[in-house]
């Protein structure tokens, strides 16, 4: 076969199998400038129906252009057997999202080997996956989970996108439409993307912003959640904070707590004012006291009266649960919010009321437009770029020691999955058959099993 | 040199190390160890054969060695056999006495025991060793010889240690090119335990372990009778890889200083220890002594912990004493770890009533090899001479 044509912008969004197709659907009429498109499958009657019109069909040899029926091993085959041919997609490229649903065929399987080719090519390569509902069985759970380690591993960084936790947005409806629910997913893992791009591609922002996104991400193979809120009216400052901080796909904030890497992200109309951006991100600074955070914000007139606050946050692999979902129940049950993590007494005095004791106010209260800000009604301005640009010296960007013990108290004594990428390996025994005594594979060291502590 | 009937060969294909022995059996029946041979092991895990050309290879060193040695040559072994494969159960045959006047013949004798013997044998796996235990007739436990006795009901009581047939193969296999015959397969755990414990001492009740490299195997002795054996997949270099993967070293350097600063348990004089290690730079490495022996105690701790596990009720037989060989043994504060858990004596086992030349009669690695040893001079004694039919063995009653 024909090596495929060579895509040109910096930017490049590469959609892998159906789901893949179907999440950057929502992205294709925001009118990004140096983006392209590319769509992946090894399906080509999927392909044909993408109205991406750059479609590459890969692995023929190795699934007769059959698709790969829900099996990991062929997607990874079929992207193994048609490399060269995959290889101008990423050739010049700054920046690829690969986009991709795990759990079935294709997207689990060739998602890590693209990873790989564009990390080669020399891109900043960040992963968008989307996870399966629980109900979809654990067979594709499974699959999944091996997918995103791998994903993860040659990847600098993967946003994951947990469609079960996509649900509990549709709590309050008795019974959410299908494709509402499916939308809705596809517009998250859309959102992480588009909230990027946007930070990047505006100008004036980008030289600055990539280099401290590749500072945050490269290398890091780490996983990544992702959030983003829009709120109106006169209190969407406070809003915007307490609904990032009680965000199902941030752990209700703890992710925000025990993130080592945190990107905010704030678009509003030109009505913004300073003191609503350094509310936004005092606060939330506050809550990742750990991290290396970078901050942009753009302003944007289609946006009037509204505020748009993303953020991405990495935990390092090593020592965090995994955001994967094992059940659904872990972050339904709470019937009530917990406390926000991040309220310092000393930052809420400074910013007035308590944002503890705020009333809660679901949904969105109105759009009535901000009045009295006038400002420059040009379409799009940058106001800040960079790390810890605000005034405040307590946003430097990585947290200093004394406020460190501050931030270990604040953290949830929730009882985590037991993540088994943490236990040592099985050194000399991997690959031997397990000595399995009463459900213990006697092969992990004892120490590691017992949790004996070395130090 | 030597009638053939005389020499018996023992021969161990172990994780750590081949090694082969060759003894004779003196006229008094005694036995003498005219030649020993090792060579490091490298295709073999856990006990099990991972890779065939290697253990022939190694196989062929040893017995060189030993060859050269005892200046004889060597046509059959006896062959010792582990891993997490090998299974010890005490079976139940229940046979009723058929005759007019109830009196017990040789022959209710021979069909309690095969009822014993084969129960629950699945088709895979293969009998190494069927060793009668004592014998119920009706009501009355621990008859040793039931023949001539009157009862409605005979039922015999039976050890038997089976293995994966296949994977007993794979050790079978190791000499098909070497043109070594197999005289009988042995359990290791079996042979250990015979070559260190005396009459007397399985008389009063002993726990022979045998802390190997790739396994641990055990057996109890009660009445000078085997009440149990049994195997566990976890040995030395378990603890080497702990180490290893504690420490985030290699593995050779991990086993060096198990070998030189290993111990049973963290003592105070190791709490906060350093281990300087020096590397190609100039700069040592430093390497915390308390991890290592934490991370060795732990391991240990386990192994012991299983064992007695494995032995439930059982172990309060061994009140005589536990008898440690096998490389494991030579950690030091062993046997107060083992004290510790299994709460009963436990002393150093070493190989007993061995006479020759060679250094290593008293190391506690060459146990299970002397052990061949002890187990082929006593099978040759019960051998009639010129045939020898291992299926005629097999039916032999084994009782020591």
């Not at chain 2, 060695?65 to 079976?91: C, M, P, Q, R, Y």
């Not at chain 2, 009157?150 to 190791?174: D, F, K, P, Q, Y």
């Amino acid at each position: 076969m024909e090596p495929t044509s060579a895509l040109t912008a910096r930017y490049r969004i590469l959609a892998v199998g159906r789901a893949g197709a179907a999440a950057v659907q929502p992205l294709l009429s925001a009118g990004f400038i140096d983006v392209e498109f590319a769509v992946l499958d090894t399906d080509p009657e999927a392909l044909a129906q993408s109205p991406i019109t750059h479609r590459v069909h890969f692995g023929e040899a190795a699934t007769f252009g059959l698709g790969t029926g829900s099996d990991p091993a062929r997607g990874r085959a079929a992207a193994e057997s048609d490399l060269e041919r995959l290889r101008p997609l990423f050739a010049g490229a700054r920046l690829i999202f690969i986009v991709a649903g795990l759990g079935g065929g294709t997207g689990s399987g060739a998602t890590p080997v693209l990873a790989r080719l564009a990390r080669e090519a020399g891109a900043l390569t960040l992963g968008v996956a989307t996870l399966p509902f629980d109900c979809e069985g654990r067979q594709r759970a499974q699959h999944a989970r091996e997918a995103l380690t791998a994903f993860r591993s040659s990847a600098d960084a993967v946003i994951c996108v947990p469609k079960q936790r996509v649900l509990a947005q549709f709590k309050e409806q008795e019974r959410p439409a299908l494709t509402e629910v499916l939308a809705a997913a596809n517009d998250l893992s859309g959102q992480s993307i588009r909230g990027l791009i946007q930070l990047l591609t505006r100008p004036g922002l980008m030289p600055l912003d990539f280099a401290h996104l590749e500072r945050l991400l490269r290398g890091r193979h780490a996983e990544s959640c992702f959030a983003t809120v829009e709120t109106t009216g006169p209190q969407r400052t406070r809003d915007a904070v307490e609904q990032l901080l009680r965000h199902p796909f941030l752990d209700r904030g703890q992710a925000l707590s025990e993130a080592d890497a945190v990107l905010l992200s704030l678009a509003a109309g030109p009505e913004v004012s300073f003191t609503e951006i350094d509310h936004v991100f005092t606060h939330l600074q506050n809550v990742c006291e750990r991290a290396t955070v970078i901050t942009g914000t753009s302003i944007d007139s289609a946006l009037a009266g509204r505020l748009v606050v993303t953020v991405i946050a990495s935990r390092n692999p090593t020592n965090a649960p995994s955001a994967i979902p094992l059940s659904s129940e872990a972050h339904s049950t709470a019937p009530q919010a917990p406390p926000l993590p991040g309220s310092r007494p000393d930052s809420n005095a400074a910013l007035g009321p308590d944002l503890m004791s705020a009333p809660t106010l679901p949904g969105v209260p109105g759009t009535a437009p901000l009045g009295g800000h006038t400002r420059d009604d040009s379409s799009s301005v940058p106001v800040f770029a960079g790390s810890g640009s605000l005034a405040s010296p307590s946003l430097a960007t990585v947290a200093n020691p004394t406020v460190g013990a501050l931030t270990k108290k604040k953290i949830k004594p929730t009882q985590s999955l037991l993540n088994f990428d943490t236990l040592p390996n099985r050194g000399r025994f991997e690959g031997l058959p397990a000595t399995v005594y009463q459900g213990e594979d006697l092969d992990i060291p004892t120490y590691a099993r017992r949790g004996i502590a070395l130090n | 040199m030597f009638k053939r009937e005389q020499i018996v060969v023992g021969l161990e294909i172990g994780t750590a190390k081949v090694c082969a022995a060759i003894g004779i059996v003196t006229p008094a029946g005694g036995l003498q160890v005219i030649g020993v041979g090792s060579h490091p092991s490298t295709g073999v895990r856990k006990g099990e054969i991972v890779d065939l050309n290697h253990a022939t290879r190694e196989v062929r060193e040893a017995v060189g060695i030993a060859e050269d040695a005892a200046g004889a040559e060597v046509s059959s072994v006896f062959l010792g056999v582990t891993g997490a494969h090998i299974l010890g159960s005490t079976n139940r045959g229940v046979h009723p006495i058929a005759s007019s006047d109830r009196t017990i013949g040789p022959s209710d004798v021979t069909a309690a025991l095969s009822h014993a013997k084969l129960q629950n044998l699945p088709n895979e796996r293969w009998i190494l060793h069927h060793i009668r235990q004592d014998f119920i007739v009706d009501d009355q436990a621990e008859v040793k010889d039931p023949v001539g006795l009157l009862g409605n009901r005979l039922e015999a009581r039976v050890h038997v240690i089976t293995g994966h047939g296949l994977r007993v193969g794979n050790s079978i296999r190791a000499l098909t090119d070497t043109q070594i015959g197999i005289d009988e397969i042995v359990f290791n755990g079996l042979s250990s335990a015979m070559t260190t414990l005396s009459r007397a001492q399985k008389d009063a009740g002993s726990l022979v372990i045998d802390l190997g490299a790739g396994t641990t195997e055990f057996a109890l002795y009660y009445r000078d009778i085997l009440r149990h054996s049994g195997v566990l997949a976890v040995g030395g270099d378990h603890v080497t890889n702990d180490i290893a993967l504690g420490l985030r070293i290699g593995t050779t350097l991990a086993e060096s200083l198990k070998i030189e600063h290993g111990g049973a348990f963290v003592d105070d004089r190791c709490r906060g220890g350093r281990i300087e290690v020096p590397s190609d730079t100039g700069t040592p490495t430093v390497h915390s002594l308390e991890h290592l022996r934490r991370i060795q105690e732990a391991r240990l701790e386990e192994t012991f912990e299983l064992v007695a596990q494995e032995l439930g009720p059982l172990l309060q037989w061994a009140r005589g004493g536990v008898y440690l060989v096998g490389g494991g043994s030579r950690t030091p504060g062993i046997t107060a770890l083992a004290q510790r858990i299994l709460q009963l004596p436990v002393h150093l086992g070493r190989s007993q009533d061995l006479s020759g030349a060679s250094a290593d009669l008293e190391q506690p690695e060459y146990a299970s090899v002397f052990g061949l040893l002890r187990y082929g001079a006593l099978r040759l004694r019960q051998k009639p001479k010129g045939f020898a039919r291992v299926k005629q063995l097999f039916q032999d009653t084994f009782n020591r």
